[in-house]
């Protein structure tokens, strides 16, 4: 079963400006082939299907829990999204959303990705950076350990490849952020996949790594992540179990080459994490319909009558 707190994995700064198209950007590595709805779809179900949990447990572990990681990904990409739509923090939701006869959303028609206007109100969906859904054909699970696991590697390094390129074309902060934390979380799922097959088969395969290959010291948004060790951390998300995967990530493996080094861990829970954001309610973008004073009485009450 899964805990969900309220919380993001990673601390967002607020957006500068309104940027529904650096938002549309950021959507690709929700729903895009190698988005983070991939990777928690192939992690997902690969340990929900997986054959002899206990006498593999260490494998087994190390899928589950990195689902677990994968799903507040999807929830961390799907706030910078909102974000990136909602443009910077504001102290207060909007009392009048204007008259609306006056098109006050005009501009949203010649966005990239209009339907997350038109149909989402500017929130996150399961699509890609042109609005194409995610689908189910992005999952594979075999049954096979090994085959599952080199795919997952190579998902991994798929996903460092459109991280990389959506991070190119950004420069807002919310939208790198989102990519500097992603790049090193996703580059210890990529190493932690390589070891895996590595006690398994014996390859190496964790030399073929960074794939592709440029170095995170490069890349301003990553550098606390590796300053506090984030690259050598793998996260339980659980208080007692899957700890067994501590015999592949950890027992004296180090850091990749060109990464910070020391020894590899395993950290009972989840990482500190960050807030999450409050995005600014537009009545003339969702419909006029209650005033939003009489909503935030309504919630207020029954806040009242929750304590």
Not at 155 to 183: M, Q
Not at 217 to 235: A, F, N, V
Request: hydrophobic share 35%; charged share 25%; glycine share 12%.
């Amino acid at each position: 079963m899964f805990m969900r707190v309220d919380k993001l994995q990673a601390e967002l700064p607020a957006p500068k400006k309104k940027d529904p198209n650096a938002a549309a950007a950021l959507q690709e590595l929700l729903g895009g082939k190698y988005g983070e709805m991939s990777t928690l779809g192939n992690y997902m179900f690969q340990s929900f299907n997986f054959r002899s949990k206990d006498k593999l447990k260490p494998f087994y572990h190390l899928v589950a829990s990195i689902t677990a990681e994968e799903l507040g990904h999807v929830e961390l990409v799907s706030n910078g999204v909102a974000m990136l739509n909602n443009g910077p923090d504001n102290d207060g939701d909007e009392t009048d959303g204007g008259d609306i006869s006056g098109a006050p959303h005009e501009l949203m028609k010649d966005i990239r990705l209009a339907a997350g206007f038109y149909s989402n109100g500017g929130g996150a969906t399961p699509v890609n950076s042109n609005g194409a859904g995610w689908n189910n054909d992005f999952i594979t699970t075999t049954g096979n350990v090994v085959t599952d696991l080199l795919h997952n590697f190579h998902l991994e390094c798929g996903a460092r490849l459109h991280k990389l390129r959506v991070y190119e074309t950004l420069s807002d902060p919310t939208g790198r952020e989102v990519c500097g934390y992603l790049l090193v979380r996703g580059s210890v799922h990529a190493h932690a996949y390589a070891l895996a097959l590595k006690h398994i088969t014996g390859v190496e395969i964790e030399k073929m790594l960074p794939t592709p290959n440029i170095d995170l010291s490069k890349i301003p948004e990553c550098q606390k992540y590796l300053d506090e060790g984030s690259h050598r951390r793998l996260y339980t998300f659980s208080p007692n179990d899957y700890k067994a995967m501590s015999g592949i990530w950890g027992g004296g493996e180090m850091a990749l080459p060109g990464d910070p080094q020391g020894e590899l861990e395993v950290v009972d829970g989840m990482p500190e994490g960050g807030k999450i954001h409050q995005l600014t309610g537009v009545p003339s973008a969702f419909t006029p319909d209650y005033a939003p004073e009489e909503m935030f009485e309504i919630a207020e009450k029954l806040y009242k009558k929750s304590r």
